[in-house]
Protein backbone atom coordinates (compact mmCIF):
# COMPACT_ATOMS: atom_id res chain seq x y z
CA UNK A 1 0.00 0.00 0.00
CA UNK A 2 1.40 3.42 -0.76
CA UNK A 3 2.53 5.24 2.50
CA UNK A 4 2.99 1.85 4.03
CA UNK A 5 6.15 1.97 6.33
CA UNK A 6 8.98 -0.36 5.71
CA UNK A 7 9.01 -2.90 8.35
CA UNK A 8 12.40 -4.50 8.08
CA UNK A 9 15.38 -3.10 7.52
CA UNK A 10 15.67 -2.73 3.47
CA UNK A 11 16.08 0.24 1.53
CA UNK A 12 13.17 1.77 0.50
CA UNK A 13 14.83 2.25 -2.97
CA UNK A 14 14.16 0.39 -5.74
CA UNK A 15 17.00 -2.02 -7.18
CA UNK A 16 19.76 -0.02 -8.90
CA UNK A 17 19.26 -2.01 -12.17
CA UNK A 18 22.26 0.23 -14.06
CA UNK A 19 24.91 -1.94 -11.49
CA UNK A 20 24.77 -4.73 -14.99
CA UNK A 21 25.48 -1.97 -17.95
CA UNK A 22 25.82 -3.29 -21.09
CA UNK A 23 28.74 -2.84 -22.89
CA UNK A 24 27.05 -0.86 -26.31
CA UNK A 25 24.93 1.57 -23.98
CA UNK A 26 27.51 3.02 -21.41
CA UNK A 27 27.77 5.76 -23.00
CA UNK A 28 23.88 6.91 -22.20
CA UNK A 29 24.87 7.46 -18.42
CA UNK A 30 27.15 10.25 -19.09
CA UNK A 31 23.97 12.82 -19.98
CA UNK A 32 23.15 14.10 -16.03
CA UNK A 33 19.10 14.01 -15.51
CA UNK A 34 17.34 16.77 -16.28
CA UNK A 35 14.31 18.45 -15.20
CA UNK A 36 12.40 21.45 -16.70
CA UNK A 37 11.80 23.77 -13.74
CA UNK A 38 7.95 24.43 -15.24
CA UNK A 39 6.67 21.19 -14.40
CA UNK A 40 8.94 20.83 -11.62
CA UNK A 41 7.34 24.05 -9.59
CA UNK A 42 3.78 22.88 -10.88
CA UNK A 43 1.71 19.76 -10.49
CA UNK A 44 1.77 18.87 -14.41
CA UNK A 45 1.98 14.86 -13.54
CA UNK A 46 -0.66 13.00 -11.84
CA UNK A 47 0.80 10.99 -8.36
CA UNK A 48 -2.13 7.93 -8.90
CA UNK A 49 -0.72 4.44 -9.72
CA UNK A 50 -4.13 3.90 -11.29
CA UNK A 51 -5.72 5.70 -14.36
CA UNK A 52 -6.98 9.44 -13.50
CA UNK A 53 -9.33 10.85 -15.65
CA UNK A 54 -10.01 14.11 -13.18
CA UNK A 55 -9.37 17.46 -14.94
CA UNK A 56 -6.81 19.32 -12.75
CA UNK A 57 -6.39 23.38 -12.12
CA UNK A 58 -3.96 25.34 -10.41
CA UNK A 59 -3.34 28.53 -9.81
CA UNK A 60 -0.56 30.74 -7.77
CA UNK A 61 -1.71 32.92 -4.17
CA UNK A 62 -2.25 36.43 -6.58
CA UNK A 63 -4.31 34.35 -9.47
CA UNK A 64 -2.48 35.42 -12.34
CA UNK A 65 -0.79 32.52 -13.47
CA UNK A 66 -2.56 28.99 -13.75
CA UNK A 67 -2.29 25.95 -15.31
CA UNK A 68 -5.00 23.60 -16.36
CA UNK A 69 -4.21 19.73 -17.33
CA UNK A 70 -6.98 17.58 -18.66
CA UNK A 71 -6.29 13.51 -18.75
CA UNK A 72 -7.25 11.86 -22.10
CA UNK A 73 -9.45 8.50 -22.79
CA UNK A 74 -6.12 6.59 -21.10
CA UNK A 75 -6.04 9.15 -18.34
CA UNK A 76 -2.91 11.90 -17.06
CA UNK A 77 0.21 11.53 -18.10
CA UNK A 78 2.10 9.91 -14.27
CA UNK A 79 4.45 11.25 -12.50
CA UNK A 80 6.62 8.00 -13.94
CA UNK A 81 5.73 8.82 -16.92
CA UNK A 82 7.76 11.93 -16.69
CA UNK A 83 10.75 10.14 -16.94
CA UNK A 84 10.49 9.64 -20.44
CA UNK A 85 10.45 13.90 -20.27
CA UNK A 86 13.70 13.45 -18.44
CA UNK A 87 15.42 11.44 -20.77
CA UNK A 88 14.58 13.36 -23.73
CA UNK A 89 15.39 17.15 -21.43
CA UNK A 90 18.61 14.99 -20.70
CA UNK A 91 19.71 14.16 -24.10
CA UNK A 92 18.75 17.40 -25.53
CA UNK A 93 21.07 19.12 -22.56
CA UNK A 94 23.57 17.07 -23.12
CA UNK A 95 23.97 17.74 -27.41
CA UNK A 96 23.62 21.68 -26.61
CA UNK A 97 26.78 21.33 -24.05
CA UNK A 98 28.50 19.50 -27.08
CA UNK A 99 28.07 22.43 -29.43
CA UNK A 100 25.65 20.18 -31.43
CA UNK A 101 22.65 21.35 -33.21
CA UNK A 102 19.48 20.11 -31.37
CA UNK A 103 15.55 20.19 -32.90
CA UNK A 104 12.21 19.53 -31.35
CA UNK A 105 11.82 15.78 -32.67
CA UNK A 106 14.29 13.29 -30.61
CA UNK A 107 15.38 10.13 -31.61
CA UNK A 108 16.01 7.35 -28.57
CA UNK A 109 16.42 3.78 -28.61
CA UNK A 110 14.32 2.23 -26.33
CA UNK A 111 16.04 0.14 -24.61
CA UNK A 112 18.92 2.88 -23.74
CA UNK A 113 15.73 5.15 -22.32
CA UNK A 114 14.77 2.08 -20.24
CA UNK A 115 18.07 1.18 -18.89
CA UNK A 116 18.60 5.09 -18.23
CA UNK A 117 16.09 5.88 -15.93
CA UNK A 118 16.25 1.98 -14.03
CA UNK A 119 13.33 0.22 -15.55
CA UNK A 120 13.22 -3.27 -16.45
CA UNK A 121 14.10 -4.20 -19.77
CA UNK A 122 11.47 -7.44 -20.13
CA UNK A 123 8.35 -7.05 -22.14
CA UNK A 124 6.91 -5.09 -18.75
CA UNK A 125 9.43 -2.18 -19.56
CA UNK A 126 8.42 -1.75 -23.03
CA UNK A 127 4.55 -2.20 -22.17
CA UNK A 128 5.04 0.59 -19.47
CA UNK A 129 6.83 2.48 -21.93
CA UNK A 130 3.93 2.50 -24.57
CA UNK A 131 1.49 3.60 -22.09
CA UNK A 132 3.44 6.27 -21.00
CA UNK A 133 3.94 8.08 -24.66
CA UNK A 134 0.21 7.75 -25.40
CA UNK A 135 -0.59 9.18 -21.57
CA UNK A 136 2.12 11.76 -22.26
CA UNK A 137 0.71 13.16 -25.79
CA UNK A 138 -2.53 12.43 -25.04
CA UNK A 139 -2.28 14.91 -21.62
CA UNK A 140 -3.53 18.10 -22.66
CA UNK A 141 -2.46 21.42 -20.56
CA UNK A 142 -3.82 25.13 -20.41
CA UNK A 143 -1.40 27.76 -18.79
CA UNK A 144 -0.07 31.42 -19.07
CA UNK A 145 2.98 29.94 -17.83
CA UNK A 146 5.75 31.05 -19.93
CA UNK A 147 8.92 28.66 -20.49
CA UNK A 148 11.89 30.09 -21.93
CA UNK A 149 10.29 33.94 -21.80
CA UNK A 150 7.32 32.80 -24.43
CA UNK A 151 4.53 33.09 -22.91
CA UNK A 152 1.84 29.81 -23.79
CA UNK A 153 -1.85 31.06 -23.67
CA UNK A 154 -2.55 27.60 -25.78
CA UNK A 155 -3.50 24.31 -25.26
CA UNK A 156 -1.27 21.65 -26.18
CA UNK A 157 0.23 17.88 -25.15
CA UNK A 158 3.09 17.43 -23.03
CA UNK A 159 4.89 15.77 -26.41
CA UNK A 160 3.14 16.68 -29.47
CA UNK A 161 4.18 13.10 -30.80
CA UNK A 162 5.99 9.64 -30.30
CA UNK A 163 6.24 7.56 -33.76
CA UNK A 164 8.33 3.59 -33.20
CA UNK A 165 10.87 4.18 -36.14
CA UNK A 166 11.36 0.57 -35.40
CA UNK A 167 10.54 -2.77 -34.50
CA UNK A 168 11.87 -5.98 -33.35
CA UNK A 169 10.69 -9.26 -34.95
CA UNK A 170 8.82 -9.98 -31.81
CA UNK A 171 7.24 -6.33 -31.79
CA UNK A 172 9.11 -4.72 -29.19
CA UNK A 173 10.03 -0.96 -29.78
CA UNK A 174 13.50 -0.68 -30.87
CA UNK A 175 13.75 3.31 -32.28
CA UNK A 176 11.29 6.09 -30.95
CA UNK A 177 10.87 9.30 -32.31
CA UNK A 178 9.51 11.70 -29.70
CA UNK A 179 8.46 15.80 -30.78
CA UNK A 180 8.90 17.77 -27.68
CA UNK A 181 6.22 20.52 -27.73
CA UNK A 182 7.28 24.00 -27.72
CA UNK A 183 6.09 24.94 -23.76
CA UNK A 184 9.42 22.19 -23.06
CA UNK A 185 11.68 22.64 -25.72
CA UNK A 186 11.82 26.66 -25.05
CA UNK A 187 12.65 25.76 -20.83
CA UNK A 188 15.28 23.89 -22.71
CA UNK A 189 16.45 25.78 -25.19
CA UNK A 190 17.08 28.71 -22.07
CA UNK A 191 18.19 26.46 -19.97
CA UNK A 192 14.85 26.86 -17.57
CA UNK A 193 16.41 23.44 -16.27
CA UNK A 194 17.72 21.31 -13.51
CA UNK A 195 19.85 18.30 -12.95
CA UNK A 196 18.47 15.68 -11.14
CA UNK A 197 20.24 13.04 -8.37
CA UNK A 198 20.50 9.96 -10.26
CA UNK A 199 18.62 8.03 -7.42
CA UNK A 200 15.53 10.19 -8.31
CA UNK A 201 14.43 6.94 -10.69
CA UNK A 202 14.71 4.58 -7.78
CA UNK A 203 12.51 6.48 -5.37
CA UNK A 204 9.24 3.95 -5.36
CA UNK A 205 6.73 6.18 -4.61
CA UNK A 206 4.84 8.86 -6.53
CA UNK A 207 5.10 11.37 -3.61
CA UNK A 208 8.49 10.37 -2.60
CA UNK A 209 9.58 11.53 -6.35
CA UNK A 210 7.42 14.96 -5.89
CA UNK A 211 9.05 15.73 -2.76
CA UNK A 212 12.04 15.74 -4.16
CA UNK A 213 11.26 17.61 -7.19
CA UNK A 214 9.79 20.34 -5.04
CA UNK A 215 12.95 20.18 -3.03
CA UNK A 216 15.32 20.72 -5.41
CA UNK A 217 13.46 23.30 -7.33
CA UNK A 218 12.50 25.14 -4.22
CA UNK A 219 15.45 24.74 -2.04
CA UNK A 220 18.29 24.29 -4.29
CA UNK A 221 21.59 24.53 -2.66
CA UNK A 222 19.95 26.77 0.27
CA UNK A 223 20.45 25.15 4.04
CA UNK A 224 16.64 24.36 4.65
CA UNK A 225 13.30 25.07 2.88
CA UNK A 226 9.92 25.16 5.05
CA UNK A 227 6.78 25.34 4.01
CA UNK A 228 3.22 24.23 5.43
CA UNK A 229 1.16 21.14 4.70
CA UNK A 230 -1.87 22.82 3.08
CA UNK A 231 0.37 24.58 0.62
CA UNK A 232 2.71 21.23 0.27
CA UNK A 233 -0.54 19.64 -0.95
CA UNK A 234 -1.39 22.10 -3.38
CA UNK A 235 2.28 22.23 -5.20
CA UNK A 236 2.29 18.07 -5.18
CA UNK A 237 -1.21 17.88 -6.63
CA UNK A 238 -2.39 15.09 -4.05
CA UNK A 239 -6.18 14.54 -4.44
CA UNK A 240 -6.12 12.55 -0.71
CA UNK A 241 -7.34 14.41 2.15
CA UNK A 242 -5.45 16.78 4.80
CA UNK A 243 -5.54 13.35 7.15
CA UNK A 244 -4.37 11.28 4.41
CA UNK A 245 -1.67 13.31 3.03
CA UNK A 246 -0.12 14.27 6.42
CA UNK A 247 -0.22 10.38 7.20
CA UNK A 248 1.26 10.21 3.72
CA UNK A 249 4.04 12.55 4.44
CA UNK A 250 4.97 11.31 7.90
CA UNK A 251 5.77 7.41 6.43
CA UNK A 252 8.02 8.91 3.93
CA UNK A 253 9.63 11.06 6.52
CA UNK A 254 9.94 8.03 9.32
CA UNK A 255 11.98 5.80 6.47
CA UNK A 256 13.94 9.02 5.66
CA UNK A 257 14.81 8.85 9.17
CA UNK A 258 15.69 5.11 9.46
CA UNK A 259 17.19 5.10 5.69
CA UNK A 260 18.32 8.67 4.46
CA UNK A 261 16.73 7.65 0.72
CA UNK A 262 15.53 10.43 -0.36
CA UNK A 263 18.22 12.19 -2.53
CA UNK A 264 20.36 15.29 -1.55
CA UNK A 265 17.80 16.40 1.28
CA UNK A 266 16.31 15.45 4.43
CA UNK A 267 12.43 15.68 5.32
CA UNK A 268 11.27 16.07 9.06
CA UNK A 269 7.68 17.63 10.20
CA UNK A 270 7.41 19.62 12.71
CA UNK A 271 3.51 20.37 13.15
CA UNK A 272 2.17 21.31 10.59
CA UNK A 273 5.39 22.38 9.11
CA UNK A 274 7.50 20.46 6.39
CA UNK A 275 11.15 20.81 6.36
CA UNK A 276 13.72 19.77 3.98
CA UNK A 277 17.33 20.22 4.60
CA UNK A 278 19.84 20.55 2.42
CA UNK A 279 21.82 17.09 3.33
CA UNK A 280 24.82 18.99 2.03
CA UNK A 281 25.78 16.14 -1.34
CA UNK A 282 25.11 18.50 -4.50
CA UNK A 283 28.85 19.97 -4.31
CA UNK A 284 30.46 16.39 -4.42
CA UNK A 285 28.13 15.70 -7.73
CA UNK A 286 29.31 18.84 -9.34
CA UNK A 287 32.88 18.36 -8.80
CA UNK A 288 34.46 15.58 -9.89
CA UNK A 289 37.89 16.65 -8.38
CA UNK A 290 39.14 14.77 -5.46
CA UNK A 291 40.10 16.97 -2.78
CA UNK A 292 39.08 20.30 -4.82
CA UNK A 293 39.81 23.27 -2.45
CA UNK A 294 37.20 25.81 -4.49
CA UNK A 295 34.24 26.69 -3.23
CA UNK A 296 31.75 28.77 -5.44
CA UNK A 297 28.98 30.77 -3.04
CA UNK A 298 25.62 30.73 -3.58
CA UNK A 299 25.20 32.84 -5.66
CA UNK A 300 27.55 31.89 -7.86
CA UNK A 301 25.52 29.98 -10.54
CA UNK A 302 22.64 32.41 -10.86
CA UNK A 303 25.33 34.85 -11.81
CA UNK A 304 26.81 32.15 -14.35
CA UNK A 305 23.59 31.84 -16.24
CA UNK A 306 23.31 35.83 -16.33
CA UNK A 307 26.89 35.79 -17.88
CA UNK A 308 26.35 33.00 -19.92
CA UNK A 309 22.65 32.43 -20.83
CA UNK A 310 21.73 28.89 -22.80
CA UNK A 311 24.20 27.34 -20.84
CA UNK A 312 24.56 24.21 -18.62
CA UNK A 313 25.94 26.30 -16.00
CA UNK A 314 26.64 22.73 -13.85
CA UNK A 315 28.83 21.39 -17.01
CA UNK A 316 30.28 24.57 -17.14
CA UNK A 317 31.82 24.48 -13.60
CA UNK A 318 33.47 20.91 -14.15
CA UNK A 319 34.87 22.61 -17.43
CA UNK A 320 35.91 25.83 -15.61
CA UNK A 321 37.42 23.44 -13.00
CA UNK A 322 39.48 21.23 -15.46
CA UNK A 323 40.67 23.84 -17.38
CA UNK A 324 42.61 25.28 -13.85
CA UNK A 325 43.79 21.63 -13.19
CA UNK A 326 45.00 21.42 -16.56
CA UNK A 327 46.78 24.26 -16.46
CA UNK A 328 48.09 23.79 -12.87
CA UNK A 329 46.70 27.11 -11.33
CA UNK A 330 46.08 27.80 -8.46
CA UNK A 331 42.87 28.76 -6.53
CA UNK A 332 41.26 31.83 -7.66
CA UNK A 333 41.05 34.31 -4.55
CA UNK A 334 37.53 35.33 -5.11
CA UNK A 335 36.09 31.63 -6.71
CA UNK A 336 32.78 33.46 -7.80
CA UNK A 337 34.34 36.12 -10.25
CA UNK A 338 36.86 33.51 -11.74
CA UNK A 339 33.86 31.67 -12.50
CA UNK A 340 31.37 33.79 -13.61
CA UNK A 341 33.95 35.66 -15.71
CA UNK A 342 34.85 32.39 -17.23
CA UNK A 343 31.30 31.67 -18.46
CA UNK A 344 31.34 35.32 -19.90
CA UNK A 345 34.21 34.38 -21.95
CA UNK A 346 32.67 31.18 -22.78
CA UNK A 347 29.69 32.47 -23.80
CA UNK A 348 31.33 35.04 -25.80
CA UNK A 349 33.81 32.83 -28.18
CA UNK A 350 30.75 30.35 -28.75
CA UNK A 351 28.70 33.10 -29.67
CA UNK A 352 30.73 34.90 -32.11
CA UNK A 353 32.15 30.69 -33.44
CA UNK A 354 35.78 31.40 -32.07
CA UNK A 355 37.19 28.26 -30.11
CA UNK A 356 39.61 30.19 -29.13
CA UNK A 357 42.29 28.52 -26.54
CA UNK A 358 40.12 28.84 -23.43
CA UNK A 359 37.06 26.77 -25.06
CA UNK A 360 39.83 24.48 -26.77
CA UNK A 361 41.48 23.41 -23.49
CA UNK A 362 37.69 23.68 -21.74
CA UNK A 363 36.00 20.83 -23.72
CA UNK A 364 35.09 18.23 -20.98
Not at 293 to 311: F, K, V
Amino acid sequence: MVGEITKDNRSPLLPDRQDQKDFFVCDIFDAAPKGDMASMAHPIFSLSTKPDHQTRRYEDERGKNYVEVRPSSDGLATIHDRDVLIYCISQVIAALNEWRQVQRVVRLKAYDMLKATNRVTDGRGYKGLRAALIRLQGTQIETNISTGGTEQLDIFSIIDRARIVRETRDGRMQEIEIELSDWVFNAIRAQEVLTLHRNYFRLRKPLERRLYELARKHCGRQTQWRIGLPALQRKCGSTSTMREFRRLVGAIVQQDEAHHHIPDYAIRLDGEMVIFENRGTMDTLVSDIVGDPIRLGSGAHEQARAAAPGWDVHYLEQAWRSWMADGGLDAPRDSDKAFVGFCGKWWLCCTNGVRDSLCESSVV
